[in-house]
T-cell receptor, first 113, second 110 residues
Framework: EAGVAQSPRYKIIEKRQSVAFWCNPI?????LYWYQQILGQGPKLLIQ????????DSQLPKDRFSAERLKGVDSTLKIQPAKLEDSAVYLC???????????FGQGTRLTVV | QKEVEQDPGPLSVPEGAIVSLNCTYS??????FMWYRQYSRKGPELLMY????GNKEDGRFTAQVDKSSKYISLFIRDSQPSDSATYLC??????????FGGGTRVLVKP
């Protein structure tokens, strides 16, 4: 069974630029999560989808971050404009249903300079 | 107060020792508990998944949940240098978001 795929693996951008990350979850997984992990900290949930509907986006900075999950499969997370404090690893995870085991991708390491 | 708390470590043990990791949580609605291992520059990897109170064993790993004291533990027996990583505990309430602790760095010295 293929795991969660994310791209790109690394991205360096200047502040005020925009960036997008892509995630392909495990086939058949209805729940998809985007997490932000700052160095030395645990992952922080940004947004959670159930199929293509948003379940929780309470910690998503909506003035600059947006996410969508088209057709309940792939998802993209966008930052526009980026700030220095957005430098982090962005992790995508998926699970069959909310409350079951969540599996993570390798993450996208974003550096904002 | 964070919903899930972990001591950041680092926790340094000699090879072959038992590694003992702990988390506390504040949300009584949490029902499912997970432990993840994260190597440097990698995504978290699921180690253990438990529901409600009790013990679960998988090879060298044992997870314990005590809902009465809101305490989660992970024990690693016969630790190996390859167990050196950051260990993250996570909890979830039904229909709710998966919440992580800050992680504990573990170093197993040969």
């Amino acid at each position: 069974e293929a795991g969660v795929a994310q791209s790109p693996r690394y991205k360096i951008i200047e502040k005020r630029q925009s960036v997008a990350f892509w995630c392909n979850p495990i086939s058949g997984h209805a729940t998809l999560y985007w997490y932000q992990q700052i160095l030395g900290q645990g992952p922080k949930l940004l947004i959670q989808f159930q199929n293509n509907g948003v379940v929780d986006d309470s910690q998503l900075p909506k003035d600059r971050f947006s996410a969508e999950r088209l057709k309940g499969v792939d998802s993209t997370l966008k930052i526009q404009p980026a700030k220095l404090e957005d430098s982090a690893v962005y992790l995508c995870a998926s699970s069959k249903l909310t409350g079951t085991e969540a599996f993570f991708g390798q993450g996208t390491r974003l550096t904002v300079v | 107060q964070k919903e899930v708390e972990q001591d950041p470590g680092p926790l340094s043990v000699p090879e072959g020792a038992i590694v003992s990791l702990n988390c506390t949580y504040s949300n009584s609605a949490f029902q499912y508990f997970m432990w993840y291992r994260q190597y440097s520059r990698k995504g978290p990897e699921l180690l253990m998944y438990t529901y409600s109170s009790g013990n679960k064993e998988d090879g060298r790993f044992t997870a314990q949940v005590d809902k009465s004291s809101k305490y989660i533990s992970l024990f690693i027996r016969d630790s190996q240098p390859s167990d050196s990583a950051t260990y993250l505990c996570a909890s979830i309430a039904a229909g709710n978001k998966l919440t992580f602790g800050g992680g504990t760095r573990v170093l197993v010295k040969p």
